[in-house]
């Protein structure tokens, strides 16, 4: 009876471990099925994961062996295509830097043929400028050699009488473009620094002077076009005299279309005339005409 119940311990014994060994096995399908899961479902969808197991349902392992075979050659053809394109890829981009090198090449040759032509137009352009640069430089030089001191003689007598005798001198120097007034007593003023209407008839004294010197053998008319805005009663009163005197070597028309103007002129100069456009009457003209 011992003896039985001995074999009877030892039978429940050996139960409970195949019991032990067969939960710890069920436990350890259990986490590879949850990680087989797991796998089948990373980078998945849901419609994707579900399509997958109707595959591993419906097909054998040698079917799932075969499928896998195959999907791995055509893996290895598609890698070996991107492969080949990459590789194409690759020449086209070192095919399309040279042709972009060579169009760049052209180009660059292309303006620089238009550059030279226009350097070369250039070229042309800078020798007719600078031959006629020296011609006026030359004439300039001749003008003031030989008629400048008489246009400034004659100005000087312009501008004195003008200004009343305040100032006596016109004077340029040779080294300035600018005009310098000489008054009575002696002080020399740049023409920038003279009042608007003294430097009006600073100028149209050397105007006039140089109308002289310009057609002394031919007098040509002078053309005077309201020369007179800025000049207040007393600088009309004085320069009216000296066109008066200009008017017995030339004719002299002056155009105006200030009213007190006009008649200055045809009350100071006796012989001058005027003529009124747009109605008005019509006076016979003399030898000046205002």
Known sequence: MTKAVRNAGESNADGYERRLRLDERRRALRRERGEISLRLQAGRSEEETAALLRLLETHDEAA???????????????????T??????????QELERLRSEAEEKSGAQSLREQESRLERLTEQYAVLALSETLLRRTKAVFEQE????????ASAYFGQMT????????????????????????????????????????????????DAASRVHPLPLLLDDLFVHFDEARLRNTIPVIG??????????????RHIAESFE???????????????VRPASAASV
């Open 64 to 82: 799932l062996i075969d499928i896998s075979v195959e999907s791995r050659n055509r893996l290895s053809a598609s890698e070996a295509e991107r």
């Open 84 to 93: 080949e394109l990459l590789e194409r890829r690759g020449r086209l981009t």
């Open 147 to 154: 008629k400048q001191p008489e246009v400034l003689q004659t």
């Open 164 to 211: 009343g005798g305040i100032y006596r001198r016109v004077i340029a120097p040779g080294d300035s473009n600018t005009l310098l007034a000489e008054t009575s007593d002696r002080r020399t003023i740049d023409s920038i620094f003279l009042s608007r209407g003294t430097q009006e008839q600073l100028y149209l004294a050397m105007r006039l002077a140089l109308a």
């Open 245 to 258: 005197d200009i008017a017995k070597k030339r004719q002299v028309i002056l155009f105006t279309c200030h």
């Open 267 to 281: 009350r100071e100069l006796a012989d001058s005339s005027i003529v009124r456009l747009n109605g008005g009457t």
